[in-house]
């Protein structure tokens, strides 16, 4: 059962262009979203994270949104770069250590 | 920030053999380690709870005596898929979460290829 679900599996952008990513959930437990960006081969790298007590955290040129009465966040990048290009995953979890992630969004920023 | 060191990156082995997977936190204590699976475009998947000192906790339909999980000690955790197959190929990372719990640390991930 996916918890965490991103139904987006790809997306194009143009480089300048803004790039929103996707993400819901189910369990209404879920206290601490993030984001993860990873490139093939390569661990998961953290990007953003919210707090469920907040509905958006900024951070240089990638914003996290919370809509938690529709369980749902969004990434949000702009201006999109090349080197944005990557599988980006969110991720959730409980009080508690286990994280949940989505099945990811292959973001592709085209030059 | 955190590191987690995660060791082979890549590797190769026979049908049948049986293979380790370490995975270190360099610079915190980790009481508990995840360690997850990925197909190709698909998602991470976890497949167990690595607990120091004590046994891990495995999700269901993973396989305990395949996937051996040892975590001896404060700062490692290891993962041997033993009696190893074709299909266990697969890319696999491990992860801890800091001490405040407000991020999960990952692995650089081990590319497993059975052959």
Known sequence: ?111 | GAVVSQHPSRVICKSGTSVKIECRSLDFQATTMFWYRQFPKQSLMLMATSNEGSKATYEQGVEKDKFLINHASLTLSTLTVTSAHPEDSSFYICSAPDGTNTEAFFGQGTRLTVV
């Open chain 1, 1 to 111: 059962d996916q918890q965490v679900k991103q139904n987006s599996p790809s997306l194009s952008v143009q480089e300048g262009r803004i790039s929103i990513l996707n993400c819901d959930y189910t369990n209404s437990m879920f206290d601490y979203f993030l984001w993860y960006k990873k490139y093939p081969a390569e661990g998961p790298t953290f990007l953003i994270s919210i707090s469920s007590i907040k509905d958006k955290n900024e951070d240089g040129r990638f914003t996290v949104f919370l809509n938690k009465s529709a369980k749902h966040l969004s990434l949000h990048i702009v201006p999109s770069q090349p080197g944005d290009s990557a599988v980006y995953f969110c991720a959730a979890r409980p009080t508690g250590n286990q994280f949940y992630f989505g099945t990811g969004t292959s973001l592709t920023v085209i030059p």
